[in-house]
């Protein structure tokens, strides 16, 4: 559909167009802008794979931004899951790998609430409690599983680094980590420089020595113990080694203080008191210790993290403050632990290959966090404001975008309709008209998941359907003339002459290209709708499988050892060691003295669905989940229409009263744009007005991924009169 009225923020009016005449002049117009300015003056937008039906062609939406070379794509992924799948890697090398949950000895559920949000991932919970699994679980709310877990930390939003600090305290102070595991799989027991805090290096002892020789000291007489980074390997026995030595070492620029990775993160981690970590988390000392004698006590762990520690403002470091605790445990990549690279071989079709250096660097917000999702070309929405409306650091005239809604999704909603008012050319591809999509010039109808085939390649829910790959049949015929996002991407490959890089266009020669290292093709799939499960291994402590050299191949980081101390971290000015040493970063004001924050809904998937009357029959109205503290002080009663104001915005909800939520802050949904009926104050003339991101304020952000405060903003409530 073409639009035939102006972007005055009125509902636009439409005019029915040949695919044909739309694929061609986006296409044209691509060329154009890429010609005369650059390939990243065209951005574009994805939704999330996590739960809407993209999830089976984002590889190939991706494929065609990355070799038409732009290096700009909003992805959301730094509010979603880009810490556990990347900021994790600064840990472990590998994403978060997929839980063992069936067969751990204990659950771990940081910021996640898979009773909500992730139904398989459920089951699998289950499963492993049958078996008398132990559960811990991290979360403001009293969710299902907090209700039924051995240990509720009931954490203030936002303090979840310090909760981990503090677990990770009392494993330290008593003792209750695998000495030998630290020894051998981590990087704690080499020496760091006190005055640089990069390792010591052979080349900084002797002038033709091997910057990859590191070095650990031996107790008793505090000789130093090669290790060779290049190969993982200890060249000395490292039997004896010391996991805190400090010594003095001789280099080439003299006597230099050194101190091990290990002894630097155990005296900042056990520097304050756990009853500073109860100030700052909220949580009784007796439960932090009770939470580590769980994990002590427990032969493996599997946990999650997510979105409840990666919106906010130190999410990165939070992440790494989990992992390293986790660490600790033992249990990464061990069966009943966190697996990673538990899929079978597929090859990847999403182009990261294919995008060039030159563009990748100019990836917006790059300079500014030079280690986070914009090195992948995901960036940050407000960013693209910022250069469509600012030019800075150069303009952004056209946006492409694959589903998604960033009007519901993300902040800044004012200036992101200015941005989207300025674009000289914005196309929507969806299955709905959304308030993002009321601001493009075409919109292109897309298909569903069930009008469609779907290739999927691992089942993430749990180990075992890691190794299923189905190819998912069409339930029901094309509506119209809608068109998978599949085919839109190879309809404009064709038009943009990327035919080679797209297997001639021809969909199933993709698929066998991506299912030939397992041995498979597209045929054989077809035949067997159900799927297939293979029959390879899981690879369980893949680190100490030894290559034909006798190399172990470690983690897949800087020192091939899972890493407490991050070099990377410290090479781009962020601290190499997750440590709190004030209080939270909160921007305190005694006009707003609650905290924001906020949790998914099992009816709606985010901005979704709530065009569909048996979900809105569960969830009529958007719900502020509020104490009765708080309620009582605000003269509030389940059920009465609220206003919840923060510095920069404010927006409407219906209060629930819940017993047992943590009494400092209050909990929205996010995603609501359809309106209310017109006794609610989001009613027809005003749907907006329940869309809590209009209230999130942007201006600090994650110094190292970009993420911002959904979760622990300052806000204040009062009770709508007149409702
Ligand atoms: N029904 C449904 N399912 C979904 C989605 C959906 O919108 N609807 N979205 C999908 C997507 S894209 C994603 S990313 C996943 C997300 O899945 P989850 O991570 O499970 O998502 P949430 O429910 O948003 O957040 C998890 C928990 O974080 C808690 N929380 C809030 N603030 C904090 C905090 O500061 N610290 C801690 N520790 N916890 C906090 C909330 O109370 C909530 O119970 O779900 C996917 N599945
Ligand atoms: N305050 C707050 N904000 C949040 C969150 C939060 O917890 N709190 N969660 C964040 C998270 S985790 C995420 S992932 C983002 C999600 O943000 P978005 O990805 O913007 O998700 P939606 O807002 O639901 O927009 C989905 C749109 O994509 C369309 N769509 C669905 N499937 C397809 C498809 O296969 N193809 C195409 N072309 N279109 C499709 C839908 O019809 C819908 O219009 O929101 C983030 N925003
Ligand atoms: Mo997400």
Redesign the pocket.
Known sequence: MRRTSAKDGTPATWEAISWDEALDEIASRMITVRDEHGAEQVAFSVT?P???HISDGISWVERLIRSFGSPNTIYGTEI??WHKDLASRFTYGTDIGTPDFANTDCILL?????S???LARSIEIQKGRKQGAKMIV????P?VF?QRADCWLR??????QA?GQGITKVLIEEGGYDHTFVTEWTNGPLLVRADTGAFLRQSDITVDGDPDVLFGSQQEDGALMHYDAAKGQWRDSNDKIDLLAEIMVDTKEGMIACQTAFGMFADKVCAQPLEWIETETGIPVEDIRHAAEILTTSDTTAYY????????ITATQTERSISLLYGLTESYGDKGGNVPGAAAAFADVSGQDLLSDGQRAKALGLKERPIGPALSGWVTARDVYRAVLDHDPYPVKMLISFGGNILASQPDTDRAIAALKQLDFHIHADFFLNPSANYADIVLPVATSWEREGLRTGFDASVEGMRTVQLRAAVVKSMAEARSDIDIVLALAKRLGLSSQFFDCDIDTGYDHILAPAGLNIAQLRAHPEGVTLPSKVPYRSYAECDENGNPKGFQTPTRKLEIYSETLLQNGYDPIPVLESGLPRQRDDKFPLQL??????????S?HRNIESLRRLMPDPILEISKETAESRNINNGDWTKVTTPVGHFVARAKLVKNIEPG?V?AQH?WWIEGAADTPYSPDNPMAANMNRAIPTDTADPISGSIPL??SMCDVERMDGW
Do not use: E, M, Y
């Open positions: 999330t996590s739960g809407t979603c899951n940081w910021g996640h609430n898979p909500a949000t992730w991290v979360d403001p709310r969710t907090a954490v203030k939003p936002g303090a979840d909760l993290a997510w979105n409840g520690v990666g919106q906010s924050s906020g949790a998914k809904i099992v009816a709606f998937c985010h979704q802050s909990f995603g979760r622990n």
